[in-house]
């Protein structure tokens, strides 16, 4: 932003730069900045609505500030640093920093599997989870009606029922078409039998059986001063429907809506108090809200199932810091997770490095073909050869064992497993190393190993004199980098070993765990996937990644003011 | 690794921003997309209701659908490859009958019921998803799945047991179509006999290793984390298990009984079974099958998932339930059972429910559920029609029969990881007294 402020005296007379700007500028390019201009709010007002509709404020203000951006960046002058900044700026911040915070935000929070509501949700959650049907009372044929004349969108809903003829009353039937209209019962019953009704939020009212046609599934299809709606009107107001209730009886049962032709006699058995914060059942027992979920105030029993997401401070990263599964685990895991990428780093910048020396020999025929067979395991994809990897190791028909003919249990003893990982790390990672150092040792002036040779030096001085040095200085932070993919080397071990084997008694934490392995397991895998502890895990994985890398670039930093 | 790690950080950058904003884009997107379907459906709809209310009458009026177009209305249903293919036709039958676009969706088995939780919980994702029974307890805490209000008659056509699976805390939340288990499959080219006791399945498979007709005891699911699915039959043969089984069925999940002296008695079996070769950390869901059909093997413990690729092979074979102990153990495996959720978060919650209510329960609709998936129907009717002549299913049926359904609470999370490790650290060795114990005090503290 400094920029700007110097910006103004050299980009023209500040009083009217839009003068020079036309004066200086072809029609033609102002013209398409407009018009790109217009575009982008264009597309961003298109964003904004949808935001809108779908009530996402967040998104709103995040739209409205890009936008904002844009204008003010691209339509004048004054911003020329910033107009080459503004699109990877906004990138750094939707894509990189934003993830960050809301993850840094959820380590303060419950959030997980059953506390992923908000409470108001889970209190309905609960109440609409509760709603038991009455196996005594009948089914109802249902259709959803307005009154006639109204509109569907807005004509007020009732239901209209039906009670199929009792089952022996089948014979009564055929026989007694006199009897049955007019006095034994009522005149809400049709030549068939059917018991007929209004059902509205007041109550259930007996429908006059006169002009109402019913359908063979058991509905009314057609009634005097009702609109009925067919199945696709009524969707429009689904969710009215599915709140509606015909209240019937004292004790809060209503007649619901089942399907779209079908109503049931059913009544929640949880309701909520709303002043002491409780939810009661039917039978007077109490639940009261804690730690993000309701629990039986006599402690018997268990906690209701829905649960919400509320903050809880630092409670996460004390866990991980107190409890002793956690403490005792995290360190284990941290050593391992230091030893593995080093050992991993080491091993394949040796081997790549000593390849690379033999193959840079001038001497050496058909060197293009060895070097393309080389970068073959760093060209399948992993998941493929992780899983491969991961068979050859079986103790029983496993490749490794059967061609050395050693019973070593790969995957099941906690060294073999880590030894199991090193050697795949090894022989997918060797290519990378292979590749970096071959270009590297190109770039190192023969002139040099010349001077070495004339001062006197053999081939084993010059390497560690001469040529080492040039070449950690091109590799040294490409190293580092490779630690650092390392550290989180997540798909390896999940495709291998999964983190395992596990010591007895304790299934959350691996012997060949990475932390970001030991955090998905939190997350994912465990029990109760638990996403606000992972992400305080996440956090703390992030200070130490951003430690080590800071260290490390430091260091490799050091070395090239050596030279 | 470097072109890795840039993957790695476009692929995780993409998931977190969709996974921090997408919960309100989605809403945002699912409407419109829904109304463009609905539109190009439209059309088609209106001629087929009209061709049908002319044509037939009775199938127009019978649910009520005039010959209106739809109006923002399409009918998501979210299934496997594999179920998704089988209800194409039940799709086309709800549409004709009804009027509402169907859309079915394909989604990955192993992703299901993740990104149903997931887009359910943003507010967006299907109607209906088709998945298993044992999801519920988690699907329920996180308010995902609706209560399917089935009537006593209804209900009463299903196997008791398909029905409890899915019943969670005295509420029903989907329709059972199938129900599968473990069961011992048999190679008859190898073993013509059927093994009257695990003893004898031991004593027969070692003869055929000893003579070089066959390398393996027997093929189970075991691996090095262990599997406490496959190893349940075991631990519950002589009463014992997770948590015990109540009278009037189901389970009562405040007790858990793995340290139990019944469960110790499976363990026992677990090692024995281990020690005469008959089960090995080195099978494991990788290997269990193909072993089997290489004919390394006579005797495979799988579930109906494994026929496919046996038939293909052309082994012949037959299904029987697991063969008991000599000393009474009966070998007890789990069921499972699949079938129909509907959305909390459904924008059609009446038409779904039609669906599952009127459509799933259908005898035809369940009979073709099964051609897809080879498992026994949920539905009485439907699977006293497939078995018929049907020597696979009727065996099937018979492994599933009075089986207890796997627990739904959400807490058996937390108890397959621990009650695995166990079963797999007895086959190599561990005191099953012991090691059960410790894996009770690992399922207690997590409970």
């Known amino acids: ?63 409205a500030f890009i936008a904002m951006s844009v204008l003010v960046v691209y339509s004048t ?49 609960i109440q609409a989870q509760s709603v038991r049907q009455d196996p005594d009372a009948p089914r109802y044929g249902m259709s959803v009606a307005v009154p006639e004349g109204a509109t569907v969108q807005n004509g007020e809903l009732s239901l209209l029922l039906t009670v199929p003829p009792a089952e022996d009353a089948g014979e009564l039937e055929e026989g007694a078409e006199e009897g049955i209209g007019a006095a034994e019962l009522g005149e809400n019953v049709t030549a068939d039998g059917f018991q007929l009704f209004v059902g509205t939020e007041e109550g259930l009212e007996p429908l006059a059986a006169e002009g109402v046609e019913v359908r063979g599934n058991g509905t009314i299809g057609a009634a005097p001063g009702y609109r009925v709606l067919n199945l696709m009107e009524a969707n429009q107001r689904a969710q009215e429907v599915q709140d509606f209730a015909v209240p019937v009886g004292e004790d809060g049962a209503a007649v619901k809506p089942a399907t779209t032709s079908q109503a049931f006699v059913g009544q929640p058995t949880i309701s909520y108090d709303e ?18 979920n309701f629990v039986p105030e006599d402690g018997q029993g268990a906690v209701l199932p829905a649960g919400w997401t509320e903050n809880v401070g630092f409670d996460n990263f004390l866990t991980i810091f107190t409890d002793p599964t956690f403490r005792g685990g995290f360190l284990k895991i941290f050593l391992w997770n230091l030893a593995f990428p080093l050992l991993s780093v080491a091993s394949t910048f040796i081997l790549g490095m000593l390849l690379a020396l033999l193959f840079n ?72 190393m292979f590749l970096i150092t071959t270009g590297a040792l190109q770039s190192i002036p023969n002139d040099v190993k010349e001077a070495a040779a004339v001062d006197g030096a053999g081939p084993v ?23 650092a993919f390392n550290f989180n080397n997540f798909t390896l071990i999940y495709l291998v070993t999964k983190g395992g084997p596990f010591d007895s008694g304790n299934s959350l934490v691996g012997n060949t765990d990475l932390l970001i392995n030991f955090a998905y397991r939190l997350a994912l895998e465990s029990g109760q996937p638990n996403i606000g502890l992972a992400s305080a895990v996440s956090i703390v994985i992030f200070m130490l990644v951003g430690a080590i890398s800071y260290i490390g670039f430091r260091q490799s930093a050091a070395l090239e003011e050596v030279n | 690794m470097k072109r890795t790690t840039g993957a790695v950080a476009i692929a995780s950058a993409a998931a977190l921003l969709l996974s921090a904003c997408g919960d309100t ?31 037939d009458d009775a199938a127009a009026t019978s649910e009520g659908a005039a010959p209106a177009a739809s109006d923002g209305t399409s009918l998501v249903i979210w299934a496997d490859d594999l179920r998704a293919a089988a209800l194409e036709d039940v799709a086309a039958t709800f549409e004709e009958e009804t009027g509402v676009p169907v859309t079915l969706q394909v989604v990955a088995n192993e992703n299901l019921r993740e990104q149903f939780k997931d887009s359910v919980g943003a507010g967006a994702g299907p109607d209906i998803a088709v998945g298993a029974h044992d999801w519920l307890g988690e699907l329920v805490q996180n ?25 969670y805390e005295g509420q029903t939340y989907g329709v059972p179509y199938s129900v599968e288990s473990l069961a011992l499959i048999r190679n008859t080219a190898l073993a013509p006999e059927l093994p009257a006791s695990m003893e004898a399945l031991v004593e027969t498979g070692q003869q055929l290793v000893a003579d070089g007709e066959a390398e393996l005891v027997m093929a189970q699911e075991l691996g090095q984390e262990g599997n406490a699915y496959s190893m349940y039959p075991y631990l519950a043969a002589y009463g014992g298990g997770i948590f015990p089984v109540l009278e009037e069925g189901g389970f009562d999940s405040t007790e858990v009984i793995i340290d139990s002296e019944e469960t110790v008695q499976g363990g026992e079996k677990i090692a024995w079974l281990a020690e005469e070769e008959a089960l090995s950390v080195s099978i494991d869901a990788s290997n269990a099958i193909p072993q089997f059909v290489e004919e390394s093997t006579a005797f495979l413990v799988s579930g109906p998932w494994a026929i ?48 599952v209510q009127e459509y799933v329960s259908r005898a035809d609709v369940q009979v073709s559920l099964y051609e897809a998936g080879d498992r026994p129907p949920a539905l009485v009717e439907a699977y006293d029609q497939v078995s018929q002549g049907n020597t696979d299913i009727e065996a099937w049926g018979q492994a599933a029969e009075g089986g207890t359904p796997m627990p739904n609470i959400p807490q058996m999370n937390a108890v397959w990881g621990p009650l695995g490790k166990a079963t797999a650290d007895i086959a190599t060795g561990d005191d099953p007294a012991e090691r059960l114990a410790t894996a009770q005090s690992e399922v207690e503290a997590a409970l």
Do not use: C
């Open chain 2, 308 to 355: 496919q690729q046996i038939t293909e092979a052309g082994i012949d074979y037959e299904i029987t339930s697991m063969p008991d102990f000599e000393d009474g153990g009966e070998t007890t495996p789990f069921l499972g059972v699949q079938g129909f959720y509907v959305s909390a978060e459904s924008q059609n919650p009446q038409i779904a429910q039609t669906f």
């Open chain 1, 361 to 432: 020999d001038p001497r050496l025929k058909g060197k293009g073909i060895y070097r393309s067979l080389l970068i073959l395991p760093y060209a399948l994809p992993i998941f493929v050869t992780g899983l491969v990897w991961a068979a050859m190791f079986n103790q029983q028909f496993g490749l490794i064992n059967e061609v050395t003919g050693l019973n070593v249990n790969w995957l099941g003893d906690p060294w073999a497993a880590r030894a199991a990982l090193l050697i795949t790390n090894l022989w997918l990672g060797f290519p990378y």
């Open chain 1, 461 to 483: 001085r010059t390497l560690v004199s001469v040529t080492m040095p040039l070449l950690l200085v091109a590799v040294g932070p490409l190293l580092v980098a490779s630690f």
């Open chain 1, 275 to 292: 002043e002491n914060d409780v939810m009661v059942t039917a039978e007077g027992k109490r639940y009261v809200a804690q730690d993000g």
């Open chain 1, 77 to 125: 002058r004054r911003f020329i640093p910033l107009k080459y900044l503004l699109p990877g700026l906004i990138l750094l911040l939707l894509f990189q920093m934003w993830p960050i915070v809301y993850t840094a935000a959820t380590a303060f929070t419950n959030y997980g599997d059953g506390h992923t509501l908000s409470k108001e949700e889970a209190i309905s959650a």
């Open chain 2, 25 to 55: 884009a989605d809403t945002a997107d699912e409407p419109t997309t829904a109304a463009e379907d609905d539109a190009a459906a439209e059309d088609d709809t209106a001629t087929e209701t009209e061709d049908a209310a002319a044509g």
């Open chain 2, 143 to 167: 308010n995902v799945v609706a209560p399917v209000q089935l009537s006593s008659d209804l209900a009463g056509q299903f196997t008791p047991e398909s029905v409890e699976a899915f019943t």
């Open chain 1, 1 to 63: 932003m400094s920029q700007t402020v110097a910006d103004p005296p050299r980009s023209g007379p500040p009083q009217d730069p839009h003068v020079s700007e036309v004066a200086h500028t072809p029609v033609w390019v102002t013209v398409t900045r407009w018009v790109l201009i217009a575009l982008t709010i264009g597309v961003l007002a298109y964003a904004a609505q949808q935001a809108i509709e779908a009530g996402a404020w967040l998104i709103v203000i995040v739209v």
